[in-house]
């Protein structure tokens, strides 16, 4: 007889709102308690074989172990209690502070890019730095405000999936987080002298909207990435479904 | 020797079992059912699966703490008691002390007269 895996248990548990941390903790606290009972019955005399089917039975059946297990509320994960929380604000306030955390970076990046260029050069910062200057941190925007948003949505995905969650939850996250940074920017340009650089946020979800097809542009752009990437992942995510349902049927 | 498994009467006893046995120990899942195997005369023996929900609540409870230790070449998840689970402990037993003082005052009185009251609020 194979090892128990206890998967069943598990994606039921899940399904059920526990906390992934504590699932899998469990299966594999199952799984160790299983050896040690094998182990304990093979030495009182027990052949491999009965050791493992009274292990088993010691151990409890799946019923017993998921009713212990839901019947303790607090090992329900906040995704599982709070699904509008996590899928509906989540991404309205995790743009927010990354946008407020990637600006007051830059700021701080800009106020001592100067001294520490001076420092490493022994002159100040003149007109060829300040295009250098604005090419590293166009970069930079670039990456706030196109790569932080896509790893957002590959998050909210992550959370949800992990936790088994319905996928209109799931969808929820990720269409608020690529239709809300769409809509947001970060831009830097430097005027050559010291003192002179702009760095402006803009939003185009308030008015008077001048980037508004712009930004619907970029937003479809996030959702059709997303939308990619989670119809690629459910597609392998599918063929390792089916391959481990014909492993249990077999 | 019969084993108790009446689910309500059984409310808590799991908790106050291992608390009461992790509180000189640190132990994994399997040693602490033996422990209270042990402990107990056989007389209580909690399921030996349906044990980890009750750590895994206990510690996210704060009243106990958890940590990987490599035990020939196997990594065990070992449980300890905290500082809030020691007194939390000693609540419970006090509890537990006064029902059981007022069970046996209930039953012996029970045998003699049949005329005595628990004094516990339950």
Not at chain 1, 160 to 176: E, H, K, T
Request: glycine residues 10%; charged residues 20%; contains cysteine.
């Amino acid at each position: 007889m194979p090892q128990p895996r206890f998967d069943r248990l598990s994606e039921r548990l899940l399904h059920a709102g526990i906390a992934p941390r504590h699932v899998h903790r469990y299966a594999r606290e199952l799984r160790d308690h299983f050896d040690d009972l094998v182990r304990e019955e093979k030495a009182g005399g027990a052949t491999r074989e009965l050791a493992e089917t009274r292990a088993l039975s010691r151990l409890g059946n799946d019923d017993d172990l998921a009713a212990a297990m839901l019947s303790r509320p607090e090992l329900r994960s906040l995704t599982a209690r709070y699904p509008w929380a996590v899928f509906g604000l989540g991404p309205i306030v995790l743009l927010a502070l990354s946008i407020v955390g990637a600006l007051y970076f830059e700021f701080w990046l800009l106020n001592h890019s100067g001294g520490v260029f001076t420092y490493w050069t022994g002159k100040p910062p003149g007109p060829a730095t300040a295009k250098l200057a604005t090419r590293v941190y166009t970069v930079y925007n670039t990456l706030v405000v196109y790569g932080g948003p896509l790893l957002f949505a590959w998050l909210f995905y992550r959370i949800g999936s992990r936790q088994r969650m319905p996928a209109n939850w799931i969808m929820l996250g990720v269409v608020l987080v690529c239709i809300l940074s769409g809509f947001q920017n970060l831009i830097f340009y430097d005027k050559g002298y010291v003192g002179g650089g702009v760095l402006l946020v803009q939003s185009d979800l308030i008015p008077p909207f001048s980037h508004f097809a712009e930004h619907l542009a970029r937003a479809a752009m996030n959702l059709a990435i997303a939308g990619g990437v989670w119809w690629f992942a459910a597609r392998r995510k599918g063929s390792s479904t089916t391959a481990l349902s014909r492993i249990v049927e077999t | 020797m019969r084993t108790m498994a009446n689910p309500s009467f059984m409310n808590g006893v799991p908790e106050l079992l291992i608390l009461r046995t992790l509180e000189a120990n640190e132990m994994y899942g399997y040693e602490l059912v033996q422990a209270i195997r042990a402990r107990t005369n056989q007389a209580i023996t909690l399921g030996e699966g349906v044990v980890y929900p009750a750590l895994h609540a206990l510690e996210s409870d704060g009243m106990l703490r958890s940590r990987r230790k490599l035990v020939s070449g196997r990594t065990r998840v070992y449980y300890a008691l905290t500082r809030k689970g020691e007194k939390h402990l000693a609540g419970l037993v006090r509890h537990w002390q006064h029902i059981t003082d007022a069970v046996s005052l209930a039953i012996g009185g029970l045998a003699i007269g049949g005329t005595a009251h628990a004094a516990a609020t339950l």
